[in-house]
Every structure is written in C-alpha cells, then in structure tokens.
C-alpha cells in the first residue's frame, strides 16, 4: 500500500492527491514504456545519467508535479566516483517526464552530484 498521505508533507496544490503529496506512481505507469526524448539522450554524456537510472527513478520514486503540466521524480545512487575532476559519493538522478496514454516520455534529465 501506498504511503499515508498524512505523513507526508503536503507539496503543490493540484487536483489530485498523488501530485499533491508527492505519492509513488500510478500502478499502470509500472507497465508503461519509457522512450527518452532525442534532447534527453543527446544530454546523457553530458550530464552523466544512464537509461537504466532513468528508468528506476521513474518506476521506484515519487512524482511530482513540475512546470508546464510535466512531472519529475528524484532518485538517489551510490556514485563514490569522479565527476568533472571531483569524486562524488551520491548522484541524483532527476528526469522530468510527461505520461501519456501509451507510454512515458522523459523530456529531459537533471544530473546532481554531492
């Protein structure tokens, strides 16, 4: 079962409370495809991310509610590895996607090291 939404600190007003309280995907999402948009595979080198990190944040962690009626989703991975002349212990991986009737398209992806 789902996360009390009691428990959670409440984010973004909207109209449901899967985006209002930052709640796991919906189940059929589970099953959805995943196709990276050509920007977001275009950036993968550059910002360090790989499909399969993509994919597991997008099926293990909570959405939200982003701009322009897209949805995001943070997922953090043990990294212990350089990155740009500095090693990091943690990446975070952060794409931000649209869900659509037949599959999930990921519009772009943020990449964050600490």
């Not at 009390?4 to 959805?32: E, N």
């Not at 080198?45 to 995001?72: C, N, P």
Request: hydrophobic content about 40%; glycine content about 6%.
């Amino acid at each position: 079962m789902w996360p009390s939404p009691l428990l959670q600190r409440p984010r973004k007003r909207s109209g449901s409370k899967f985006l209002q309280f930052g709640i796991a995907p919906p189940l059929m999402a589970l099953v959805k495809p995943i196709r990276l948009s050509d920007h977001a595979l275009r950036y993968m080198s550059k910002r360090g991310f790989t499909i399969a990190e993509v994919e597991e944040a997008i099926r293990t962690a909570s959405w939200q509610l982003a701009e322009l009626g897209r949805l995001d989703c943070r997922k953090n991975f043990s990294y212990g590895a350089e990155w740009n002349g500095k090693v990091y212990a943690t990446k975070q991986v952060r794409p931000v996607f649209v869900e659509e009737a037949a599959e999930i398209v990921v519009v772009t992806v943020y990449t964050y090291y600490f």
